[in-house]
């Protein structure tokens, strides 16, 4: 039956056109040089990091089996459920190119301050600073610095403006939302599995001395 075909296309074409408008979103901030706001990034990710997922969820929930009786799953649901899983995974990998060893070990160190980019966890130290008057986040992150002193040095700035700890509890409160949304759709030890493995907790982060 190829009468969902075109369902298919269009559903196709506006995820992506959503998900290449948000990475769209992401480069014309760092090249600009210009700073979202907490809500504008959030939106940002939800269409970068979920666009995709969010194609899938929905291609899944067309071709359901018309036998499926279970309401608790409908897309007002599913959508929570990707936002959810989006902003904890975009809001831990911009945590973990500052300040994991491991990530640093295998990629480089704070390739984010190198390339520029506005990351969630640079947007809010460049908020907390243009409240204090200060702007010495925004001006390194103009450098596009490859000196590991430097970038040494903006990682304790965003540590001392508390950056490192609230994030670190985002994503907590991210990981146990994740975990009441798999419980409250039946459990599925997969998900919940590669929920774990993405904790927060199990990031070795770089001393900051």
Do not use: P
């Given at each position: 039956n190829w009468r969902g075909v075109p369902v298919v296309d269009r559903l196709e074409a506006v995820?992506?056109?959503q998900s290449t408008g948000g990475q769209g979103l992401d480069i014309y901030w760092r090249d600009h040089y210009i700073c979202p706001s907490i809500d504008?990034?959030?939106?940002m990710v939800l269409k970068k990091t979920g666009g995709l997922m969010l194609l899938a969820f929905e291609l899944m929930f067309l071709f359901r089996?018309?036998?499926?009786?279970d309401q608790r799953f409908d897309k007002k649901s599913g959508h929570a459920f990707i936002a959810t899983f989006s902003r904890m995974f975009q809001i831990r990998d911009d945590f973990c190119n500052?300040?994991?060893?491991?990530?640093?070990?295998?990629?480089?160190?704070?390739?984010?301050?190198t390339e520029g980019k506005f990351s969630w966890v640079i947007v809010?130290?460049?908020?907390?600073?243009?409240?204090a008057g200060r702007s010495q986040i925004i001006a390194i992150l103009k450098q596009r610095t490859t000196d590991d002193a430097i970038k040494k040095h903006c990682c304790k700035l965003l540590e001392s403006l508390g950056v490192l700890a609230e994030t670190r509890?985002?994503?907590?409160?991210?990981?146990?939302?994740?975990?009441?949304?798999?419980?409250?759709?039946?459990?599925?030890?997969?998900?919940?599995?590669?929920v774990d493995q993405l904790s927060i907790r199990r990031v070795d982060i770089i001393p900051s001395s």
């Open positions: 995820v992506s056109t504008q990034y959030t939106d089996t018309k036998h499926s009786t500052l300040w994991d060893s491991k990530y640093a070990a295998n990629k480089s160190y704070c390739e984010d301050l809010q130290g460049i908020l907390k600073e243009q409240q509890e985002t994503l907590l409160e991210l990981e146990a939302d994740m975990h009441r949304q798999i419980d409250y759709f039946g459990g599925n030890e997969l998900f919940s599995k590669i």
